[in-house]
């Protein structure tokens, strides 16, 4: 499978836990963007990534919540002291820019529900 | 600021029974217009990326259109298997894109 993945598909944790997500882009993708998906909703953007750099963060993304990409690679999502409120579905994408052109489509992966009890 | 305005919020046609999803739109110097499908539990699937006002796309029974204001999701003779949320987006100045809230579309056999 070449497409988007992400891991856990699910999780259940209790208020006040860390927890971190792994997203694995499309091998050849230079872009990789983080989304929160409620339900009855579509999905916001938190942040995203060019290669290893972060280039633009949502006013969704609270001081809570750290993203990193250290090799260009694969993607992580940290969300501390987590909330009720956190509860959701979290989404990475991946996408191919090139050059000037920025209207590439985004490949989503199956997301990780995550449960904050 | 970018926004995107989906309706209907649900829509339960019969199958073979055609019919359109409207997106409208604002949004600062559009840089795509997206249409991504999405089944319940799973992440988005992209179906067409529109660049400019008369741009058309068709896949299977499905047909994309775009004009300044709005885009339109023509759904041809649906059957079950085209159940399911589609959701529209745009990007605009920035590199995130903005998703609209979605049609449910239900297609009964």
């Known amino acids: 499978d070449t497409g988007v993945s992400q891991d856990p598909r699910h999780k259940i944790t209790k208020r006040g836990q860390n927890v971190t997500f792994r997203c694995d882009p499309i091998s050849e993708h230079n872009r990789l963007y983080w989304y929160r998906q409620t339900l009855g909703q579509g999905p916001e953007f938190l942040t995203y990534?060019?290669?290893?750099?972060?280039?633009?963060k949502s006013r969704l993304l609270s001081d809570r919540f750290s993203a990193e990409r250290p090799k260009g690679s694969f993607s992580t999502l940290e969300i501390q002291r987590t909330e009720q409120g956190d509860s959701a579905m979290y989404l990475c994408?991946?996408?191919?820019?090139?050059?000037?052109?920025?209207?590439?489509?985004?490949?989503f992966g199956p997301g990780t529900r995550l449960t904050v009890l | 600021e970018d926004q995107v305005t989906q309706s209907p919020e649900a829509l339960r046609l019969q199958e073979g029974e055609s019919s359109s999803l409207n997106c409208s739109y604002t949004?600062?110097?559009?840089?795509?217009l997206f249409w991504y499908r999405q089944d319940p539990g799973k992440g988005p699937e992209f179906l067409f990326t529109?660049?400019?006002a008369g741009e058309e796309k068709e896949k299977e029974r499905l047909k994309a259109t775009l004009t300044k204001k709005e885009s339109f999701l023509h759904i041809t003779a649906p059957k079950p298997e085209d159940s399911a949320t589609y959701l529209c987006?745009?990007?605009?100045?920035?590199?995130?894109?903005?998703f609209g809230a979605g049609t449910r579309l239900t297609v009964k056999p």
């Open positions: 994408a991946s996408s191919l820019a090139l050059g000037g052109r920025a209207n590439n489509e985004q490949f």
């Open positions: 990534f060019q290669n290893e750099a972060q280039l633009e």
């Open positions: 949004v600062s110097g559009l840089r795509g």
């Open positions: 987006a745009v990007r605009g100045r920035s590199n995130d894109m903005r």
């Open positions: 529109l660049y400019s």
